[in-house]
Structures are given as C-alpha cells and as structure tokens.
C-alpha cells in the first residue's frame, strides 16, 4: 500500500483536476491546465487536513515531495529527443530577432528580481540574495524547474526556495493568461493584430481541450515490433539513457569541482557541486540524437512517443509539486514574495508593449504575446495565446517561436544559465549576477539595434 496510495492519489487528482477543468467555466476560459486545477486542489485539501489535526493524508502523498526531482530529469531529457537538430545559421536566420527578444525578456527577469532584492527587498526585508531568482526560476523556467531545484536549495541552505519558487511559478502561470488576454483585446482594439480575433471567438471545445473525432492526431508510431519489445518501453530506455548520460556529465562535473575547502568552498566549487542534474540530461538527450541521427538507420526514435512520455512526466511533477508547497514558508515572506512576482509581471507588459516593436522585425506583437506567455509559464501558454490572434498560423510567429526555442532553451528556462545562477547566487552574491544579467541584456540588445543603425545610416 505504500506505493499503491500514492500513486492512486496522484491519478485520482489529475482525473477530477481535469473533470473541474470541463465543467466550470472560469476554469476553461482561464485556460489552466488540468494538472495546475488538481495540483492546487490537492494542496487546499493537504491545508484543511493538516489545519485540523488531520493526518490520514500523509499516505495518499508519500514520497510526492521526491517526485518533482526526478521527473524532471524525463521532461529535460526529452526535449531534443526525436528532434532533427539544424545547423546554428539555418535557426539564426530563421529566428535571429525571435531569440534575441527571448533572450532580453529572460535576462531582464533576473536584471528585475536581483536588482529588486539589492535595492529594497534585501535591506527592508532581510531576504536571501537567492531570492532574487525566483522570478526566472519560476516564471522563465515554471514549476519543473522550480520542483527540480529543491535540492540545490537544501544544500545550499535555504529551505525555503523551493516553495516560493513554485509559488512563483503558479503566479506567473495564472498572470501570463489573464494578462495576456487583457493585451490581446488591447492589441485587437488598437489593430496591432496580424487578423483580428477575440477570446470569445475561440470554439468552445477549444476551450474543454476535446479534439473533435475527425481531427484527432496520432499519438505517436510504432517504430518496433511489439513481440521483440514495446516501442513505448523502448523509448522510456532510451530516455533512461540519456538521463545516464546526463548523470555522468554531473559527475564529471563534481570532480573538476573537487571537494574544495569544505570550511569555505571557492565559488567554482559550489558552483560545480551544486549543480543540478536535468539540464544536464538535456544534454544527454541531444547527445542521443545526435547519435542515432549518425548511426539509426531505421530512426529507431518517434518524436510522439517521446513527447507522450514528457508531458505525462510533466503532468504528475506539477501535481505533486503545488501540493507538497509549505504555505508557511510562502507566508513568511508575502510581502518581498507579492512585490517581486508584480516586478515580474510588469517587466514582462514592458516587454511586449515597449521592447517588442523596436525588436522584432514583423507581427511584432503575435511574436510578443507567445513569448510573454512561455516565459511567465510554459511553452504550452505561449502558443495558446498565438493560437487566440493568430489561430492559423498566418503570421511568421509560429515558425520563429519554434525555431528559436531550440536554441533558446539549452541555457534559459531551466537550461545551464538557470541552473548556473541559483548556486552562483549563493557563492558570490548578487552584486556579480546581476552585472552579467545587465551585461547579456546589453549585449542582446546591441546585436539588434546596432544593425539596424548603420543600415539606417
């Protein structure tokens, strides 16, 4: 029963999360995904228990704290799976100003929380220099991130991390559909829409997230025969395979770090020691298909299996990780927590009503609005709002957002830099961060707007 409960308790959450989800309006027009809805659920009902003296909850969510930490790992490592990589210049030509822009919005939200805890929240409020990367932890990166972090934020003593992270990203994902409705209609009113389309034109089983039978898509191919072995379970091994990798990579890692001064370790050393390990299977899964793109004639790996096996990883972490949020770890620091998460949000509106027009070449806003949305919540949120103006993919927003992902997300989001700041963050400071932040902003900026001057001239 020890295994059975909780996994009874995680499916039996997502089931009802996703019957709420089909049967209450607000929750469909809010777009919230349905692993978001049984997450919360799950976490109002571990409060009300615990409040009065309940425990029998506690078998239903055994082992749900570990378990963001280790899907992770599947989710990172299948991102490049079944993916043909292209060539560096092929995606810059494709998504130059795209990536650009990404790049802006992820370094300034780390420009925005650092800046805000040197300044105001760190003399007013005492708070963790660390804390200024809840926003890019949470927002840019969203709860996996933020759930796979937990142990980097143990070891590196502040507890409390995890939990505000994940707040974060709950916050940023709910702002980034309410938000980013309210600039739809904005942009719609003032004609800054390739075509204009309202959130109320959208079919309704849009929004239940039913596929009408006759458009229903393939899942995936079977690419092996079932009596020599399941392609499903096929796949699951070779994601096994490139999260080994990943975890030989972290190891290698640790020992270039060495053990240091245990006393007083160097920043190199933490940093090297702390560093997680799902981006590092990232890196495991594209050097996977990188290999099989050399050696895998028969293209052994299907890009749907592989995406069924993510978004289920991706799915069950959410839930056990709003769940297992400490709500008094939150409470502890409402006020720097409410005050950074509305940064955020603000530094994000900025981006798209002010930087993205100066930015991006053409459909500057359908381009801007899918980036606000993957980078307050998940690449999902994104193309739903793309979707609200531009349901046919007529603009070259589509196009550029995909493309610029695949070189986007190997550093931000939850890739290397992500993972890089937090341990940096309590080695060295905010003062060092936050000048390589301003830095990469400047510098992404300039690689914009220094051609544009000299063709101007």
Known sequence: MAIVMPFLGLCLMLFVGHFLRSHIRILRKLYLPSSIIAGLMALIIIQISGHYGGTWHEDWIAGWGKLPGFLINIVFACLFLGVTIPKISTLWHRAGPQLAYGQVVAWGQYVVGIGLVMVLLGPLFGVNPMFGGIIPVGFEGGHGTAGGLETQFVKLGWTEGKDIALASATAGLLSAVIVGMILINWAARKGYTVRRREPDDIAEDDSIAVIPLDRRPEAGKLTVRSDAVEAFSLHIAIVGLAVFIGFVIQMGLR????????????????????????????????VVQLLADRFDKYRIID???????????????????????????????????????AAGILWNVFCVVVLARRML???????????????????????????????????????????????????????????????????????????????AVVVWLAIVFIPKALRDR
Request: net charge negative; charged share 10%.
């Open 255 to 286: 020992t270039v770090g060495g053990p240091g001064n245990t006393a007083n370790p160097s920043v190199f050393s933490q940093v090297m020691n702390s560093f997680p390990l799902f981006p590092l299977c990232m890196l495991g899964g594209i």
């Open 303 to 341: 890009p749907g299996l592989t995406r069924r096996i993510q978004n289920s990883a991706l799915d069950f972490l959410v839930i056990a990780a709003i769940a297992t949020i400490r709500i008094e770890a939150v409470r502890s620091a409402i006020w720097p927590f409410l005050i950074i998460v």
């Open 361 to 439: 070449p053409d459909a500057w806003f359908e381009r801007s609005i899918a980036e606000m949305g993957q980078s307050m919540g998940v690449t999902a949120t994104g193309l739903l709002l793309l979707r609200v103006v531009d349901p046919d993919y007529e603009s070259p927003a589509a196009d550029a957002f995909a493309s610029k992902q695949l070189m986007h997300e190997p550093f931000m989001g939850g890739g290397l830099w992500t993972s890089t700041a937090i341990p940096l963050l309590a080695a060295a400071g905010s003062g060092p961060v936050f000048a390589i932040a301003i830095g």
